[in-house]
């Protein structure tokens, strides 16, 4: 490797370490407000936090790579352009290109190494992500007492607490209500005051009560009626212990996540669109003998063709006959006749467009893979070329100018995913679309590059519309 390999390579992977970490903390945070409520007061540790976070940075890799690709190659060859190293490298025979290949080079075995990243890596990742985010879901807030409010989350156990100091230990007026046992409140403690602390490493609530009651209730098992019969026993200090097992983070099996497209690599995702595809045609193709059981004296209209004819165009299979008038009765049978083969016909076309639906959106998953990790190639086509144009580095007209594409991309993007789900254009010619688009632009911003093209200069434009005013008189 040159000399000049290596400083160009140096210039190149200082910026892109630092956008993709930038790129990255700015995707995941936007991606982890949407669960927000879901984790706060929960009291998960900054264990689980971390990995929840870690599996999802993965899941975020893909998209953050050809934004940081895109941003770290416009301030690459933006700092070279301005500081006029591009020209002193230029007049020294060096053309264009060739000052762009180790860093082209680098950016492909990236783009490889995406693809197998995103192929085989992070559908695990996101299985372990969105088992633990339903497992995070379906865990109790954490304990939290408020004052003159009953707290239910305890199972067995209705607390009160009309007081509770700001060191979050000691209790005033406890008003505790026992039903662990079934059936009623059968068991009611009211203390003066109390403490409350955990112990065995969290798995327990202690409440130690001072100088207070408790009334048991006896035969009837409630307090209801003013005749009923109850046991008081008096305290000076008495202590109990509840259990904490309801609070604990309860892991649910990962493979009951498994089939989600998210958890799938390239060759599983096959096998499904495949299998789906495959239900759709025998749907369509059982479609006439289905319906065919409504008709009484003409077979369906399925747009078929029989012995060589469409249905629409045989005969009645019975010869037709003048017939009176029908009576109310016979028009009702008929109506409701065509209101069943609506229904039915319209539930057999909804059930076919879904599975339709489904497979295409399982195909996606896959075309995805690949245009993601391309994407990364094609916006170092479109930045390098561009830092070399506008020779500005830093972080200023790079980011707006990478911002401006990354939009076009991500907008191109999503009306691909759109259209190919509901079938208006192949799947992957809607995947492929935005990267279609975006390689002409790149091999445009390549070739203005090389010609020293002042295409994004004031004077270059100010020149243009000069000599378009003088072109008009």
């Not at 790149?442 to 000069?466: I, T, Y």
């Amino acid at each position: 490797m040159k000399k000049l390999d290596k400083l160009i390579l140096k210039a190149f992977f200082g910026p892109f370490i630092l956008t993709f970490a930038v790129v990255e903390f700015i995707l995941l945070t936007q991606y982890m407000l949407k669960y927000l409520d879901e984790l706060v007061g929960k009291d998960l540790g900054a264990e689980v936090f971390g990995e929840l976070l870690f599996y999802f940075s993965i899941n975020m890799a893909p998209v953050a790579l050809p934004l940081a690709v895109l941003l770290s190659s416009l301030m690459t060859f933006g700092t070279l352009g301005e500081h006029n190293e591009l020209t002193a490298i230029k007049t020294s025979g060096i053309t264009l290109t060739r000052i762009l290949r180790p860093v082209f080079i680098a950016v492909t075995l990236l783009t490889i190494g995406a693809f197998y990243f995103n192929n085989n890596i992070v559908p695990k990742a996101n299985l372990k992500a969105y088992s633990l985010l339903w497992d995070i879901r379906q865990k109790k807030p954490a304990m939290n007492f408020k004052e003159g409010a009953f707290y239910n989350g305890i199972p067995g156990y209705s607390i009160k607490v009309n007081k509770k100091l700001n060191d979050g230990q000691t209790l005033g007026e406890v008003m505790i209500y026992d039903h662990s046992k079934g059936g009623s409140n059968t068991t009611v403690i009211l203390a003066d005051s109390g403490e409350m602390y955990m112990a065995y490493n969290d798995s327990y609530l202690i409440l130690e009560l001072f100088r207070g009651n408790t009334y048991v209730a006896q035969n009837t098992g409630s307090f209801r009626n003013s005749n009923d019969q109850f046991v008081r026993q008096k305290f000076d200090e008495s202590k109990i212990i509840l259990s904490m097992a309801s609070f604990n983070l309860d892991r649910t099996r990962e493979e009951l996540f498994s089939d989600n497209k998210m958890m799938k690599n390239i060759a599983e995702l096959n096998v499904v669109t495949d299998s789906l595809r495959r239900h759709r045609d025998r749907e369509v193709q059982f479609f006439a003998p289905n319906v065919d059981p409504f008709y009484s004296y003409f077979k369906a209209d399925t747009g078929q063709v029989k012995n060589g004819r469409r249905f629409k165009d045989l005969k009645p299979l019975k010869e037709e006959k003048v017939l009176p008038a029908p009576d109310i009765e016979t028009l009702k049978l008929a109506t409701n006749k065509a209101r069943n083969i609506k229904s039915f016909t319209g539930g057999y076309v909804d059930r076919i467009k879904n599975t339709l639906r489904e497979a295409n959106n399982y195909e996606i998953e896959i075309w995805k893979k690949y245009t993601q990790s391309t994407a990364i190639l094609i916006m170092f086509l479109i930045g390098a070329p561009l830092g070399a144009i506008i020779k500005k580095g830093g972080l200023g007209v790079p980011v707006l100018i990478s911002i401006m594409f990354f939009i076009l991309m991500y907008v191109m993007s999503i009306l691909g995913e759109k259209w190919a789900r509901e079938g208006m254009v192949s799947v992957g010619a809607g995947l492929w679309a935005g990267n279609l688009i975006l390689f002409p632009i790149g091999l445009f911003f390549l070739n203005q590059a090389r010609n020293d093209s002042s295409l994004l200069e004031v004077d270059f434009w100010r020149k243009l519309m000069a000599r378009l005013r003088r072109n008009k008189l």
